[in-house]
């Protein structure tokens, strides 16, 4: 019997499911905004996209600084694990400094790579079998709206 890439989501907490999706809400619908409603406000709607993409960054990476309590990490790989954390917001507040196309096309990269990140977390910590389907979602649904409002 073959199985969705998506079967681990049904075995995801609802709220943790209900919460992540929602979370794309913004997203599109600010990608939708800066393509389709008043050229007036075009610039208004992609720099809340990019502040909102910078504010999601911070939240991803913290759950390093998570794991890395919850595990007690300690020595080096303290070091590389709480370092890490931080880089996303680090990359997030300075994407805010550039011209917005800029910066959405930087926050879509830090956001797959921090996907690409995750699924090496995944490999050292005991995670449940639903995150990393979750993350791959919203880091492709999230990143592919910074994407294409950047070339609007």
Request: no cysteine; charged share 5%; glycine share 6%.
């Amino acid at each position: 019997m073959r199985t969705s890439i998506f079967y681990p989501l049904s075995h995801a907490p609802r709220a943790a499911l209900i919460l992540g999706i929602s979370g794309l809400i913004p997203f599109i619908a600010l990608t939708f905004f800066a393509g389709y409603l008043a050229i007036t406000w075009y610039a208004f709607w992609l720099q809340l996209l990019a502040q909102y993409a910078a504010l999601i960054l911070s939240f991803v990476g913290a759950l390093h600084w998570g794991y890395a309590v919850m595990s007690k990490t300690q020595g080096l790989r303290a070091w590389v694990q709480y370092g890490w954390s931080v880089v996303p917001s680090l990359v997030g507040w300075t994407a805010l400094q550039l011209p917005v196309w800029h910066a959405l096309r930087l926050l879509a990269a830090m956001l797959i790579l921090s996907y690409v990140i995750d699924r090496k977390l995944a490999t050292q910590h005991d995670i449940p079998n639903w995150l990393m389907p979750l993350r791959a979602l919203l880091t492709f649904v999230g990143s592919l709206s910074l994407l294409i409002a950047s070339f609007i």
